[in-house]
């Protein structure tokens, strides 16, 4: 396993984040795993030296933040383990029991840290930003956090530029923590955040963690028009609205060939080729079969040539803003 600084800061992160939302109860999804089912996955990927876990309040409605905080203390030691969660969306039905503000800040991270069973949070992370509340407010709370030990590192997700931009702004304004990370949707079929977002990253020194970084599935290789071959590619309504234009085909098409010439899966193209670009720290690969999370962590060995890369890119066309 590698490991690199996130962004600037001083945590060590594996290349390869294991995203759980996958794991917790299949009632919330069908594709989600149960807790039996997914404590195995996790026990791999610290055998593997993946030390990094991304999980969020909002997955299975809480069930994956108790599934994942179980097993990793069952199987690591609190300070092997960099955990990383998330807090927006909503957890009940209350006009308080979602967002941005601090009222919600403050309940949701006392929430987590009991599901997860830690004291602490590594990576507390605003899973989008909340039109409703003066990032001011935001910002200010979770330095609060930061501050009380309860957090350790904060990083955002999917947003505008100009979002996050000012984001790190105000925090350099007032003294507060910045943000280290963007955890943002980046992949061979979707590459929209190279316009702003990977560049104001790489400027910053914001380490950036792309989700879903084989398209949830698409660029498997088994996603084909029409035969859905796994649960989630039959029921997973999410990916099919965002890749399903024919330049996506196309480039899934084409990451098969790569594969073929390489001989590795097309899962470990999409990987290497995100592994391979700037500011790129740990992509946060989903793994719902054991197989997946060794192929994610052997996509660290793929070298991609410039060839390669090229005939990967050429068929994409801009996308609209999508999974924000
Ligand atoms: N911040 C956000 O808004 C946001 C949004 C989405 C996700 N996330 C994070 O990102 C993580 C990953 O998301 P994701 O699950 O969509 O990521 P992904 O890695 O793009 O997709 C995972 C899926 O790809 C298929 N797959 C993976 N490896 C494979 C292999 N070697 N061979 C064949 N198929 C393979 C599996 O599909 P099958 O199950 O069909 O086999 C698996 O469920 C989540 O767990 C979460 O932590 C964050």
């Given amino acids: 396993m590698d490991y690199v600084r996130l962004g600037k800061s001083g945590l060590k992160v594996s290349r390869?984040?294991?995203?759980?939302?996958t794991y917790g109860d299949p009632k919330w999804r069908d594709w989600v795993l149960g807790e039996e089912e997914s404590r195995p996955f996790v026990q791999r990927a610290l055998e593997l030296g993946v030390n990094f876990f991304d999980t969020a309040d909002m997955y299975s409605v809480g069930r994956s933040e108790e599934v994942v905080g179980r097993a990793l203390r069952d199987?690591?030691?609190r300070e092997e383990v960099v955990i990383a969660t998330k807090v927006f969306n909503p957890m009940g039905k209350g006009p308080n029991d979602r967002g941005l503000s601090r009222k919600h800040i403050?309940?949701?991270?006392?929430?987590?840290?009991?599901r997860l069973g830690t004291d602490y949070i590594d990576l507390y992370q605003i899973h989008r930003f909340d039109p409703e509340t003066p990032l001011e407010e935001t910002l200010q709370a979770l330095h609060d956090l930061v501050r009380l030990g309860m957090v350790r590192y904060i990083g955002a997700s999917s947003g505008l530029a100009y979002q996050f931009a000012k984001s790190l702004y105000l925090a350099d304004l007032h003294g507060w923590t910045r943000f280290v990370s963007m955890q943002n949707h980046y992949n061979l079929v979707y590459r929209e955040e190279e316009r702003e977002m990977m560049?104001?990253?790489?400027e910053e020194g914001v380490g950036v963690i792309p989700w879903s970084p084989i398209a949830r599935g698409f660029l498997a290789g088994n996603r084909k028009g029409g035969e859905a071959q796994t649960v989630r590619a039959r029921s997973d309504a999410f990916g099919e609205?965002?890749?399903?234009t024919e330049g996506d085909y196309q480039i899934a098409e084409r990451t098969v060939q790569v594969a073929q010439q390489l001989d590795v899966s097309s899962a470990q193209v999409a990987i290497a080729?995100?592994?391979?670009?700037?500011?790129?720290?740990?992509?946060i690969v989903g793994a719902s079969k054991m197989h997946h999370l060794d192929e994610a962590v052997d996509?660290?060995?793929v070298r991609l040539s410039d060839e390669n890369r090229r005939f990967l890119e050429e068929p994409y066309q801009p996308h609209p803003v999508l999974g924000i």
């Fill in 273 to 283: 080729w995100l592994l391979q670009q700037e500011g790129v720290s740990a992509p």
């Fill in 241 to 244: 609205r965002l890749y399903r």
């Fill in 16 to 21: 390869i984040c294991l995203g759980t939302m």
């Fill in 75 to 77: 199987f690591a030691r």
């Fill in 299 to 301: 996509a660290l060995s």
């Fill in 106 to 114: 403050m309940d949701a991270v006392h929430a987590s840290l009991k």
């Fill in 199 to 202: 560049p104001l990253c790489c």
